[in-house]
């Protein structure tokens, strides 16, 4: 199993702070399944707002963080590092649950499988978990395409 550090994932993804969820690939099979994780800290810009009084890392950027991860197994899987030319969309997510609250000080492991890929739409099952304890999981959909 491969890893990668940061420096390496900016290889394929377009995102960049405060906008990049992933800090590290912890494990990478081709077409089949990656584990990234994202250090919570208390710095994040979102905290300041989400919530004040209780800092909680908002739901849909724990999604987001999955879908990077997905996006991160196939264009690696694909051997497709970021040109300019093409984004790897998130174009839909079933089955969403949240079990847990994440804060700063966690370290957010998720696992992503993929379950299907065709014509450059990618079906994955992701799991964020913390401490081994899950805090949420979906199923995601996520889209090849040109820019423009």
Do not use: W
Request: hydrophobic share 45%; with cysteine; aromatic share 10%.
């Amino acid at each position: 199993m491969e890893t990668m550090t940061l420096e390496e994932i900016k290889k394929y993804l377009p995102h960049r702070y405060p906008f990049l969820l992933v800090d590290r690939v912890v494990a990478f099979e081709q077409d089949k399944r990656i584990v990234v994780e994202k250090n919570v800290t208390a710095n994040e810009p979102f905290f300041q707002g989400h919530f004040p009084h209780f800092a909680v890392m908002p739901g849909v950027l724990i999604v987001e963080a999955m879908a990077q991860g997905a996006a991160l197994l196939s264009l690696r899987s694909m051997g497709h590092e970021n040109d300019g030319k093409y984004v790897y969309y998130f174009v839909g997510i079933d089955g969403a649950r949240f079990k847990r609250p994440v804060v700063p000080g966690d370290r957010l492991v998720i696992e992503v499988e993929q379950l299907r890929l065709a014509r450059g739409v990618g079906k994955f099952r992701a799991v964020a978990r913390v401490d081994d304890a899950v805090a949420s999981e979906a199923e995601l959909l996520c889209a090849l395409r040109p820019i423009g």
